[in-house]
């Protein structure tokens, strides 16, 4: 007994991400459908290890057909066909960003602000922050619980799968033409992204912060608490998958080093890796293909009374996205909202 599943934007990074986490997590499935447009239509995408997807039109889909929806593409995709999903009783995991200010539809992180879920009941929508913040909250949960955070200072080192599989493509074949002296045209970024970082991720505002640094700071408010003060500097690296930070946070009251190892040790999708050695720290291609929160570096911060600073990593494609998203489908359907699971 299971629900029935659709994926839209299946034949992304990020929707090839969830069918396969789908698999791997054991989801109760009774049936699933990736769905996509165009061109894309008939596409071959492997679920599990015995079953093969044929991508479906997405605008033919009938959505009464689906007991829960994952949106993993375009916000345009999702502002036409999110709604039409829901109204036809389907809930919706929506991950691109279209809904996630929007009061009515929570903004969750399952380990961050469950209790949020709620408040999916009345429109079916459930979001999902981005990679970012995704991490940057579970990270921070722990903390917040001990001794309540009242400013971050973060820094993100942004892989270019943030930005899609051009944006992938684009890296290999700018680093592969630096060596042989034929270096392509920077088309999916700003300027060449291979052997560079870039400081700039979506577009600027009136103030001088970007898209990306106001959504870090507004998302993450939305999920953590509001009365927390955020700045952000994002920057594109060119690593393929994997978001770093340096984190700089300040509490309201005292927090030691050894409190805040002790609170992030025990919080479920943390891992702590923090040795003052070399190589005593997790970078962002170690984390790859794994489910945690990487937290490293954490040390006192001398310039404010109660201050810490730390370095974290994750798998943007996976806990950062995909996986949160999966988790939570798995609350939705702990808590009986998924409707009546086919049979």
């Not at 942004?158 to 034929?182: C, I, P």
């Amino acid at each position: 007994m299971g629900y029935r599943v659709a994926v839209v934007g299946a034949t992304g990074a990020v929707g090839r991400e969830v069918i396969k986490t789908l698999s791997e997590r054991g989801f109760p499935v009774d049936g699933i459908v990736a769905l996509a447009s165009g061109r894309l239509l008939g596409t071959e995408i492997s679920f599990g290890e015995k079953t093969v997807l044929k991508v479906q039109s997405l605008e033919k889909h009938d959505f009464k057909a689906s007991d829960l929806a994952l949106f993993c593409a375009t916000p345009a995709v999702a502002a036409a066909h999110a709604p039409r999903a829901a109204a036809a009783g389907c809930m919706v995991v929506e991950l691109s960003g279209q809904f996630h200010l929007e009061f009515d539809v929570p903004l969750l992180v399952p380990e961050v602000n469950p209790q949020a879920l709620a408040r999916a009941a009345k429109r079916r929508i459930v979001a999902t922050p981005s990679a970012a913040v995704v991490q940057l909250a579970v990270a921070l949960k722990p903390l917040h619980d001990l001794a309540r955070v009242k400013r971050v200072v973060v820094s993100t080192y942004q892989a270019v799968s943030g930005a899609g599989k051009e944006a992938m493509d684009e890296l290999w074949s700018q680093t592969r033409g630096l060596f042989v002296n034929e270096l392509g045209a920077s088309e999916q970024f700003t300027k060449q992204m291979a052997f560079n970082v870039i400081p700039h991720i979506d577009g600027f505002m009136e103030d001088g912060a970007t898209r990306e640094e106001w959504k870090l700071a507004v998302e993450t408010r939305k999920v953590l608490d509001p009365d927390v003060q955020v700045v952000a500097t994002c920057v594109r690296v060119p690593v393929f998958i994997g978001h770093g930070m340096a984190v700089t946070v300040e509490f309201e009251s005292e927090i030691t080093e050894e409190q805040a190892h002790r609170a992030l040790h025990d919080f479920p999708g943390v891992i702590v890796l923090d040795k003052r050695d070399d190589g005593g720290y997790v970078t962002p291609v170690e984390t790859v293909g794994e489910d945690a929160v990487y937290v490293s570096r954490l040390r006192r911060d001398p310039t404010v009374p109660h201050g810490l600073a730390f370095w974290c990593a994750t798998d943007n494609l996976r806990k950062g996205t995909a996986l949160n998203a999966v988790q939570v489908a798995e609350l939705l359907h702990e808590r009986g909202m998924l409707g009546k699971p086919a049979r």
